[in-house]
């Protein structure tokens, strides 16, 4: 079963505006929630990451809302851009034995905005 | 800056062959992963180890195994290609800290026919 769902799967927005990715996660025991950004034939790169105990948190145009009692977590994009057309993943992570963590990654969005 | 390299980023292989996809880090991470990046199903991890010569199985192991021998190289088998492995192939490392990070390869697009 998907761990970690993701929607949409894929979004076009207009230049200027916003965009929202949302995720949601069963597993209360995921204790850190990055997103991560992948352009065409690159490998996907951090973008911003939350833990649970803060709400939101603000990079630039990038902002995670996080609502732990729902178990939902997002991703806004202020003035959105051409060159934000990139594919999404949410994830979330848990503390494994041996001090790695464990990832599971939502299924992607891929967004295009368009002039 | 953490570079992991793949050893191709395009692969063509007959159904039945062995094949081998080699990733490289160069920033001392003890943990590596191996993924598969799918349309619809995201990335899915096939194995990861946490140092050398250590593996464990990800949640999609079947038809694949791995190798670590150095701390920097982490490989990926599959001891008999079949068309449902063809696919990307994503290969990463972790941070540890306060935060975690993990830097991807470019990846290699595998084709079996």
């Known amino acids: 079963q998907q761990q970690v769902k993701q929607s949409p799967q894929s979004l076009i927005v207009q230049k200027g505006g916003i965009s929202i990715i949302n995720c949601a996660y069963e597993n209360t025991a995921f204790d850190y929630f990055p997103w991560y950004q992948q352009f065409p034939g690159k490998g996907p790169a951090l973008l911003i990451a939350i833990r649970p105990d803060v709400s939101e948190k603000k990079e630039g145009r990038f902002t995670i809302s996080f609502n732990k009692s729902a178990k939902q977590f997002s991703l806004h994009i202020m003035d959105s851009q051409p060159g934000d057309s990139a594919t999404y993943f949410c994830a979330a992570s848990i503390g494994k034995p041996g001090g790695y963590q464990k990832v599971t990654f939502g299924i992607g969005t891929k967004l295009q905005v368009i002039p | 800056d953490v570079k992991v390299t793949q050893s191709s980023r395009y692969l063509v292989k007959r159904t039945g062959e062995k094949v081998f996809l080699e990733c490289v880090q160069d920033m001392d991470h003890e943990n590596m992963f191996w993924y598969r990046q799918d349309p619809g199903l995201g990335l899915r991890l096939i194995y990861f180890?946490?140092?050398?010569?250590?593996?464990e199985k990800g949640d999609i192991p079947e038809g694949y195994s791995v190798s670590r021998e150095k701390k920097e190289r982490f490989s990926l088998i599959l001891e008999s290609a079949s068309t449902n492995q063809t696919s990307m192939y994503l290969c990463?490392?972790?941070?540890?800290?306060?935060?975690?990070?993990?830097?991807f390869g470019p990846g290699t697009r595998l084709t079996v026919t």
């Open positions: 990463a490392t972790i941070t540890r800290g306060a935060s975690y990070e993990q830097y």
């Open positions: 180890s946490y140092d050398v010569k250590m593996k």
